[in-house]
Structures are given as structure tokens and as C-alpha cells.
């Protein structure tokens, strides 16, 4: 499965493990807890704190929680590339049954019906390629992150390669002293 959303997405990391602590000492020791797990990368886990918020280090937030900026581009390009195509092959396929039926309308005027017909489902499929590239589960985790840092809360965010990963740092995460963890799809 990972590989097949791999293929869709242009990023490394599809989904983020955020947890939220009340000191840095914890978030800090758990960061070398995190690192030992099989295949996790230093690059992969960030500590952001209160001062990541200012409005001069907004863009050192936005890269922490987003790190794969040149990614969010690809799997824009790839998402609406792959749904756009997914819904003018499911048009095809209606009009060609539409047709097959003989109904009347379909049968009277066929061009008309074919734009119609295979222009929404392809408008439909590039619509669907827009909400995969806006991934509101991101939305939803960030703006709890922001929230919480402005609280005074420290925040380890995990940017795993696999649902491997993931579950190993979620679990990791749930059972040593974090607050709360919240988790991308």
C-alpha cells in the first residue's frame, strides 16, 4: 500500500506524528529514543518550540512541519495528473454504457454527450487531484500544533517513510510522557 501512495505523492513522509510535551527536557529525550528506531533518519524529527511562532522565523515553522517543499509541488502535479486521468476513464466507460443502452437523448446528439459527459467526470477527477494536494489532515494537526506552542508546549514532529515507522513512533510516542500525539493519515 505504501508503495502505491508513494507513486501518487511526491513526498517521502505522507503522514507526521505529532507529539506535544510541557518541557523541553522531555521532548529532548525523546528524540534519542526516536533516532534508535529501525531506519529513522535525524533528518526526520524535528523539536519545535514557542520561538519557532515568531513572525520572522514563520517560514523555520512552515519548513519543520512541511520539510518537503519541493514534494507538495510533485504530488500536486502528480495528484491532479492521476485523478484528471481516473475521471476521464470512468467517463469513457459511462458514456460508452450510456450509448450501448440506446437511450435517446444519448443517441440524438452524441458529441454533446461526450463532452458532457466525459468533461465533468475529467473536471470532477481534477477536483478530487485538488483536495489530495490540500491534505486538510495536515491542516487540522498544524493548526493544533500552533496552538499548543503558543501555550507553552514543546512539539516533536515525526515525518515516518512508512506505516512501519509510523506505528513504531506512535506507539513510542503514546507510552513515554507526551501529552497528547496527533497523527496525519
Do not use: C
Not at 78 to 104: C, D, Q, W
Not at 124 to 144: M, S, W, Y
Amino acid at each position: 500500500m505504501d508503495y502505491l501512495l508513494q507513486g501518487m505523492f511526491g513526498e517521502k513522509s505522507l503522514t507526521k506524528v505529532v507529539a506535544l510535551f510541557p518541557d523541553q527536557a522531555g521532548a529532548e529525550a525523546m528524540i534519542g529514543r526516536l533516532l534508535r528506531l529501525p531506519g529513522m533518519e535525524p533528518s526526520q524529527v524535528r523539536l519545535l518550540s514557542r520561538q519557532d511562532l515568531r513572525t520572522h522565523r514563520a517560514d523555520l515553522f512552515g519548513r519543520k512541519m512541511e520539510p518537503e517543499q519541493r514534494g507538495i509541488f510533485h504530488t500536486a502535479f502528480r495528484a491532479h495528473l492521476v485523478t484528471g486521468f481516473a475521471g476521464f476513464a470512468l467517463g469513457l466507460v459511462l458514456y460508452a454504457y450510456l450509448m450501448s443502452t440506446g437511450h435517446p437523448m444519448m443517441t440524438s446528439s452524441p458529441l454533446l454527450a461526450f463532452i458532457a459527459i466525459v468533461g465533468f467526470a475529467t473536471t470532477f477527477g481534477l477536483l478530487v487531484g485538488g483536495l489530495i494536494t490540500l491534505r486538510p489532515d495536515h491542516v487540522r494537526v498544524i493548526a493544533k500544533t500552533r496552538s499548543a506552542l503558543r501555550a507553552g508546549q514543546w512539539a516533536l514532529v515525526v515525518h515516518p517513510t512508512d506505516s512501519h515507522q509510523t506505528q513504531l513512533a506512535q506507539e513510542l510516542l503514546e507510552g513515554n510522557g507526551a501529552s497528547t500525539v496527533m497523527r496525519t493519515l
